[in-house]
């Protein structure tokens, strides 16, 4: 889930300036409109200890107008506090409508705490989610907008950082960062838990990186301005440009965020096999892979793969060096199309619950359920509340598979978009491949920023510590079979000795 905010995004000085002023203008804008609707907001700023959350708070006080935002910092409880219900701090501080508050801390904080030092369960902590859930779907049902932004820091970062007062302001540093930054790792699982059970389609989770702080001041108050955006729409008035170039130096951050930097750019794909690396570990790989299967059947355990990727990525030749691994009786391949008129009249997740396999097989999905927020998001088949609410149902779907035993593997295949047009027109030259080439791909392709987008987003909601996604790097063909039968190998092996 976070490997998505440690792609290394950044903003200079300059360009943050030159923006900057656009970003405050619509901002104020926007607050003019909430203050004349029945709607109030409530920015939850959350994250990683040493992330700058303070300094967060300091920015957008700066760029509202602070006359309608109350600031709630939420630090130890005080016996007042104690002597009521969990809730009722938060209740009492709830803003009235056309104003904004902003909350340093929220009703995360507690549970999420409690959890890592091991105070509450798993299953306290589940329930302790599940009363925010109906929280906050009781608040937007009322006209109650929710921006919840996650501050990530990747591990080292956060070390370098306690390291190197300089790195943070000394007065704003948190008190709690040395303590925290032990943890790291115990952490890091509570909070993946608990933002991937309360990622709602109403109030979908923003996990920011927040390495430069350039980029996550921007990161955050654009992620505001878009949610506002939705409810009261945009401003035609333009500010005036701080910089002559402001409009230039906007676009190239947003074309930064949206289509040059995300986790696929962490992908190397210069890895490569020669003939002989890849003929000895092929053989190795499926002999291994063959008695893993028989195990995985004489143990009654079953697995599901799936397999995700660019049109002419190599999917299916991949999906072939695993199948001819594996005895026929032991498997299925689902080749996902669009959805039948039976499909479609029932809910998007009918035709894959019914290929899961039974004890002791494979299903392996050519294409997958994630269709819903890559395919249909991007070419418009569902609505944005409809493939942001998936991404709480698809994690919920596939939790409901690993409890009961089965091993999921969830592979999206890489290839740059130089590779994927070569591979293009050599399918066009040869007859043996010409079928393979529509219409369609090339139009797809067209929409290449627009996928990666949605791939990133994808794996920030979906790539959690129990079903992570493994990106195949997959400009060599050779390469990528082997990394993905590596996987699947050393998964049943985990899976069957577990």
Same mark, same amino acid.
């Given at each position: 889930m976070f490997?998505?905010?440690?792609?290394?995004?950044?903003?200079?000085?300059? !360009?943050?300036?030159?923006?900057?002023?656009?970003?405050?203008?619509?901002?104020? /804008?926007?607050?003019?409109?909430?203050?004349?609707?029945?709607?109030?907001?409530?920015?939850?700023?959350?994250?990683v200890?040493?992330?700058?959350?303070?300094?967060?708070?300091?920015?957008l006080?700066k760029?509202?107008?602070?006359?309608?935002?109350?600031?709630?910092? =939420?630090?130890?409880?005080?016996?007042?506090?104690?002597?009521?219900?969990?809730? @009722?701090?938060? @209740?009492?501080?709830?803003?009235m409508?056309?104003?904004?508050?902003?909350?340093? %801390?929220?009703? =995360?904080?507690?549970?999420?705490?409690?959890?890592?030092?091991?105070?509450?369960?798993?299953?306290?902590?589940?329930?302790?989610?599940?009363?925010?859930?109906d929280?906050?779907?009781?608040?937007?049902?009322?006209?109650v907008?929710?921006v919840?932004?996650?501050?990530?820091?990747?591990k080292?970062?956060?070390?370098?950082?306690?390291?190197q007062?300089?790195?943070? +302001?000394?007065?704003?540093?948190?008190?709690?960062?040395?303590?925290?930054s032990?943890?790291y790792?115990?952490?890091?699982?509570?909070?993946?838990?608990?933002?991937?059970?309360?990622? %709602?389609?109403?109030?979908?989770?923003h996990?920011?990186?927040?390495t430069?702080?350039?980029?996550?001041?921007? &990161?955050?108050?654009?992620t505001i301005?878009?949610r506002?955006?939705?409810?009261?729409?945009?401003?035609?008035?333009?500010?005036?440009?701080?910089?002559?170039?402001?409009? /230039?130096?906007?676009?190239?951050?947003?074309?930064?965020d949206?289509?040059?930097?995300?986790?696929?750019?962490?992908?190397?794909?210069?890895?490569?096999?020669?003939?002989? !690396?890849?003929?000895?570990?092929?053989?190795?790989?499926?002999?291994?892979?063959?008695?893993? &299967?028989w195990?995985?059947?004489?143990?009654?355990?079953?697995?599901?793969?799936?397999?995700?990727g660019?049109?002419?990525?190599?999917?299916?030749?991949?999906?072939?060096?695993?199948?001819?691994?594996i005895?026929?009786?032991?498997?299925?391949?689902?080749?996902i &199309?669009?959805?039948?008129?039976?499909e479609?009249?029932?809910?998007y997740?009918?035709?894959?619950?019914?290929h899961?396999?039974?004890?002791?097989?494979?299903?392996?999905?050519?294409? +997958?359920?994630y269709?819903?927020?890559?395919?249909?998001?991007?070419e418009?088949?569902? /609505?944005?509340?409809? @493939?942001?609410?998936s991404?709480?149902?698809?994690n919920?779907?596939?939790?409901?598979?690993?409890?009961?035993?089965?091993?999921?593997?969830?592979?999206?295949?890489?290839?740059?978009?130089d590779?994927?047009?070569?591979?293009?027109k050599?399918?066009?030259?040869?007859?043996?491949?010409?079928?393979?080439?529509?219409?369609?791909?090339?139009?797809?392709?067209?929409? @290449?920023?627009?996928?990666?987008?949605?791939?990133?987003?994808?794996i920030?909601?979906? +790539?959690? +510590?129990? &079903?992570?996604?493994?990106?195949?790097?997959?400009?060599?063909?050779?390469?990528?079979r082997?990394?993905?039968l590596?996987?699947?190998?050393?998964?049943?092996?985990?899976?069957?000795?577990?």
């Open positions: 490997e998505a905010a440690e792609v290394g995004r950044k903003l200079s000085k300059s !360009e943050f300036n030159a923006a900057e002023p656009e970003l405050h203008h619509s901002l104020l /804008s926007l607050q003019q409109k909430l203050r004349r609707s029945k709607h109030s907001l409530i920015v939850i700023v959350s994250g200890e040493g992330a700058g959350k303070g300094e967060i708070v300091d920015r006080n760029w509202f107008d602070t006359r309608d935002v109350q600031t709630c910092a =939420y630090w130890e409880e005080s016996e007042e506090e104690k002597h009521r219900p969990r809730m @009722w701090r938060f @209740w009492r501080d709830m803003p409508r056309g104003n904004i508050s902003i909350m340093f %801390g929220s009703w =995360y904080t507690r549970p999420i705490v409690d959890a890592a030092f091991g105070k509450i369960t798993e299953a306290e902590l589940d329930q302790e989610l599940g009363r925010i859930r929280l906050e779907r009781a608040l937007t049902a009322d006209g907008i929710i919840k932004l996650w501050f990530h820091l990747p080292p970062e956060q070390k370098e950082r306690l390291e007062d300089a790195k943070i +302001s000394k007065f704003k540093k948190s008190p709690l960062l040395q303590d925290f032990k943890h790792d115990q952490f890091a699982k509570i909070c993946e838990r608990a933002l991937r059970l309360t990622d %709602g389609g109403a109030t979908p989770w996990i920011i990186e927040a430069n702080y350039h980029y996550r001041d921007f &990161a955050a108050g654009k301005v878009s506002l955006e939705t409810v009261f729409g945009s401003d035609e008035q333009q500010p005036a440009k701080a910089d002559p170039t402001a409009d /230039s130096v906007l676009d190239n951050i947003e074309s930064q949206s289509a040059k930097i995300t986790v696929l750019d962490r992908v190397d794909l210069s890895q490569s096999l020669t003939d002989s !690396e890849y003929s000895q570990r092929l053989s190795e790989l499926q002999k291994q892979l063959h008695s893993l &299967a195990r995985m059947n004489t143990m009654k355990r079953n697995a599901v793969l799936l397999f995700e660019w049109d002419a990525a190599g999917k299916g030749s991949a999906l072939r060096r695993v199948t001819a691994a005895d026929a009786r032991l498997y299925r391949v689902i080749p &199309a669009a959805p039948t008129d039976e479609k009249g029932h809910h997740l009918w035709r894959f619950w019914r899961i396999p039974r004890a002791g097989r494979f299903t392996m999905y050519d294409r +997958s359920w269709g819903r927020v890559l395919v249909e998001r991007v418009g088949f569902a /609505s944005a509340d409809e @493939w942001q609410r991404y709480a149902e698809i919920s779907f596939e939790e409901q598979l690993l409890d009961h035993g089965i091993m999921l593997c969830k592979f999206w295949v890489h290839i740059s978009k590779e994927q047009l070569r591979r293009f050599e399918r066009e030259k040869d007859p043996r491949k010409q079928h393979k080439i529509t219409d369609e791909d090339w139009r797809n392709r067209e929409k @290449w920023d627009a996928y990666k987008l949605a791939v990133n987003d994808m920030a909601h979906t +790539s959690t +510590s129990r &079903a992570p996604w493994t990106l195949v790097a997959g400009n060599d063909k050779k390469f990528a082997i990394q993905i590596e996987t699947v190998a050393a998964q049943l092996e985990a899976m069957l000795s577990d």
